[in-house]
Nanobody, 124 residues
């Protein structure tokens, strides 16, 4: 499985914004599909968003549609997740994953290996 590194998490007030980044040192993201997932304390992992290797197709979980935007930056070989209008229920550890199969990065149960993730905490 592709080794990735997440960054950009932090503490933010409700209504605020954060941008998460997913980087991979050994692969070119344009050849992979990349997805973001999150896991809140005591809850299962949840699909957040995904982008195809071409960058042309994007997918979003229902709870983040209209607030989050995923984008592939081919020049920097990173995938960003712009999160706007954050809510306390967005609080979670966020993980990214890369795979040749789009199905693997749009399902929270399709993968079994994860990185350290990055913590996002939204307070009122």
């Amino acid at each position: 499985q592709v080794q990735v590194r997440e960054s950009g998490g932090g503490l933010v007030q409700a209504g605020g914004s954060l941008r998460l980044s997913c980087a991979a040192a050994d692969v070119t993201f344009s050849r992979y599909n990349v997805g973001w997932f999150r896991q809140a304390p005591g809850k299962g992992r949840q699909f957040v968003a995904a982008v195809s290797g071409s960058g042309e197709s994007t997918f979003y979980g229902e709870s983040v549609k209209g607030r989050f935007t995923i984008a592939l930056d081919t020049a920097k070989n990173i995938v960003n997740l712009q999160m706007n209008n954050l809510k306390p229920e967005d609080t979670a550890v966020y993980y990214c994953a890369a795979h040749r199969s789009i199905a693997k990065v749009t399902s929270a149960t399709a993968l079994d290996s994860w990185g350290q993730g990055t913590q996002v905490t939204v307070v009122q």
